[in-house]
């Protein structure tokens, strides 16, 4: 009922910068988080950055200092600026919503978006 859509992933130079983007759409009583997750190939999967309803944002140590997280509460947006990309930053990034309706709370996630870091 929920439906997530990313864009802003491409090919950069290292040094570069890329924005993603997650909209969420569908019957949402209130979000309680968004995050960004990413995973590269042979590597598990690893939160880059989260904000909550509250404001309450976290950084992996990674991309501390490069990387910045913001929302646009009015459309459910949520939006990862990415400065100084390096080539470990490639990877596929997801988006990731925490939804509350009513009593229930449902976690749904984007298509992912590929990010990729190169020369």
């Known amino acids: 009922q929920v439906q997530l859509v990313e864009s802003g992933g491409g090919l950069v130079q290292p040094g570069g910068s890329l924005r993603l983007s997650c909209a969420a759409s569908?019957?949402?009583?209130?979000?309680?988080?968004m995050d960004w997750y990413r995973q590269a190939p042979g590597k598990e999967r690893e939160l880059v950055a989260g904000?909550?309803?509250?404001?309450?944002?976290n950084y992996a140590d990674s991309v501390k200092g490069r990387f910045t997280i913001s929302r646009d509460n009015a459309h459910n947006t949520v939006y990862l600026q990415m400065n100084s990309l390096k080539p470990e930053d490639t990877a596929v990034y997801y988006c990731?919503?925490?939804?509350?309706?009513?009593?229930?709370?449902?976690?749904?996630w984007g298509q992912g978006t590929q990010v990729t870091v190169s020369s």
């Open positions: 569908g019957t949402i009583f209130s979000i309680n988080a």
């Open positions: 904000i909550t309803s509250g404001g309450n944002i």
């Open positions: 990731h919503v925490e939804v509350r309706n009513l009593i229930r709370v449902y976690h749904y």
